[in-house]
């Protein structure tokens, strides 16, 4: 199965704006992936942020965005908040199975 | 108000057996995939198996075919995963999940 590849951490001031991205071993990343990403604090259940590349739910702030960049799917927080501290996942398609990255550990710092 | 509630974890010991159960409301499950997620202690998400809205499609991750199965029944808008031949490395925390949506999991430790 497929390898989706994440940055293991990332650091952000507050107030600043980080790109998180989520590659695939089997090529570039398209929309045909189903491109998902997901926040976790610790202790909780993972929470939707992006589904399918770029659409929000009702929940996701406004400082979160998706989209395809370079290959590969991204996430990009502007605006970096405290309360953004936390592990994000993206997961991809592969036909019927879906593959998560290792996940990004995200300071705000 | 969408709701996914899991239950079935517990310990249990190398080579036995768990049944997980996950009890949806608040959409029209018959219409959507769904999803078994796992979470092992520490470490990070991984996609267990899913199931198409009939049941005709099923998929798993390569560590749990021939162990794992899933099944759903749309009347009662309830998933299943039966877990045979368990072994340590399957303990973790199991979501159940659709869309946007997750439960919160019910914790399956395999010990002896």
């Known amino acids: 199965q497929a390898v989706v590849t994440q940055e293991p951490s990332l650091t952000v001031s507050p107030g600043g704006t980080v790109t998180l991205t989520c590659g695939s071993s089997?090529?570039?990343?398209?929309?045909?992936?189903?491109p998902y990403w997901f926040q976790q604090k610790p202790g909780q259940a993972p929470t939707t942020l992006i589904y399918?590349?770029?659409n929000k739910h009702s929940w996701t702030p406004a400082r979160f965005s998706g989209s395809l960049l370079g290959g590969k799917a991204a996430l990009t927080l502007s605006g970096a908040q405290p309360e953004d501290e936390a592990e994000y996942y993206c997961?991809?398609?592969?036909?019927?199975?879906?593959?998560f990255g290792g996940g990004t550990k995200l300071t705000v710092l | 108000e969408v709701q996914l509630v899991e239950s079935g974890g517990g310990l249990v010991q190398p080579g036995g057996s768990l049944r997980l159960s996950c009890s949806a409301s608040?959409?029209?499950?018959?219409?959507?995939?769904m999803n078994w997620v796992r979470q092992a202690p520490g470490k990070g998400l991984e996609w267990v198996a899913n199931m198409k809205q009939d049941g005709s499609e099923k998929n798993f991750v390569d560590s749990v075919k021939g162990r794992f199965s899933i099944s759903r029944d749309n009347a009662k808008k309830s998933l299943f995963l039966q877990m045979n031949n368990l072994r340590v490395d399957d303990t973790a925390v199991y979501y159940c999940?659709?869309?946007?949506?997750w439960g919160q999991g019910t914790l399956v430790t395999v010990s002896s």
């Open positions: 608040g959409f029209s499950f018959s219409n959507f995939w």
């Open positions: 999940s659709y869309g946007g949506y």
């Open positions: 089997t090529g570039a990343v398209t929309s045909g992936h189903w």
């Open positions: 399918d590349t770029s």
């Open positions: 997961l991809l398609s592969y036909s019927g199975t879906r593959v």
